[in-house]
């Protein structure tokens, strides 16, 4: 695969322990909204030595438009992680070749349904964003699920996108507090949640993105409603795991 250098711009922090990093884009360097990538970290410049050595899959956040190239994670406890957070606005990483095929067909109508969960939001952002740039006409929604409205990436950014048909639902599964804003949920997604917000969900095409577990979960209530398998595309986050990832997984 072929890596390409990318310079640190800023950082931004998007949700509780959550932080975008925007890099320059490499010159002719093209993607798809809902696309992924390696970052690789030179191995020199790890903070402490890393379990898959300073490489690690990411999906883009980013729109293909947008003249940054954006990544979003969660603080964790490798040493990919730590370094991540050490990086200093200049610092120098490298990315590789745009990968996945999760990405939204050219010239096909069809409502698109994002089921998102926690850092799912990134290539969520992404297809969203381009929608806006290319002015797309079709109809969209977000569901997205995390456990308090502060672990959310990309809330306040979401909540403000216009397009003619755009409809964003986010489910808090922690949260005591009762709903009281628009598109406001409690608990996991559910098959009567995405027929309530979504009057096209038999004809829409699903994307469903986050850990292996939330992902497994999505696809099984989606064929439970009779969605057909050809019409939800998955690029399961690979390595998402662990106990702060148990309780998203679940949502
Ligand atoms: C297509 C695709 C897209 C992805 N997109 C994203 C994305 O946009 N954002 C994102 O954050 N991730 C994404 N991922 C997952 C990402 O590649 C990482 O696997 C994930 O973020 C976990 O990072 P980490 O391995 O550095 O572990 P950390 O986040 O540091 O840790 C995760 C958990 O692993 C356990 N763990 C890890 N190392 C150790 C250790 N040495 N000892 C004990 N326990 C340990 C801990 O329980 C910890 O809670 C994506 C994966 C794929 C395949």
New binding site residues.
């Given amino acids: 695969m072929e890596f390409f250098p990318i310079t640190l711009q800023k950082v931004e922090t998007v949700a509780e322990r959550t932080h975008a990093f925007y890099f320059s884009k490499p010159e002719g360097y093209t993607f798809l909204a809902g696309q992924?990538a390696m970052l690789r970290i030179p191995v020199e410049r790890l903070v402490e030595p890393d379990?898959?050595s300073g490489m690690?899959?990411?999906?883009i956040?980013s729109a293909p438009s947008e003249t940054a190239l954006v990544?979003?994670?969660?603080e964790?406890?490798?040493g990919?992680?730590k370094t991540m957070w050490d990086l200093k606005v200049g610092d120098v990483i490298s990315v590789g070749s745009p990968l996945?095929h999760a990405t939204i067909p050219e010239g096909d109508m069809r409502p698109i349904a994002i089921l998102s969960g926690g850092?799912g939001m990134?290539p969520a952002r992404a297809m969203l964003l381009e929608a806006v740039a290319k002015h797309d006409p079709k109809k969209y929604a977000l569901f997205a699920s995390n456990r308090y409205l502060t672990d959310i990436p990309f809330h306040n950014e979401i909540s403000k996108i216009v397009l003619p048909d755009f409809t964003y639902v986010f489910t808090l599964s922690a949260e005591t507090e009762p709903a009281s804003l628009q598109g406001e949920e409690r608990g996991r997604i559910t098959a009567d949640m995405i027929e309530k917000h979504l009057p096209e969900w038999k004809e829409s095409l699903y994307y469903v993105i986050g850990a292996p577990a939330f992902a497994d979960a999505m696809k099984a209530l989606l064929l439970g409603i009779g969605i057909e398998e050809k019409d939800i595309h998955i690029?399961?986050?690979?390595?998402?795991?662990?106990?702060?990832?148990a309780a998203q997984a679940s949502k």
């Fill in positions: 992924y379990i898959r690690r899959p990411l999906s956040a990544f979003v994670m969660r964790g406890v490798t990919f992680k996945g850092v990134a690029d399961p986050f690979a390595g998402l795991t662990g106990p702060g990832v």
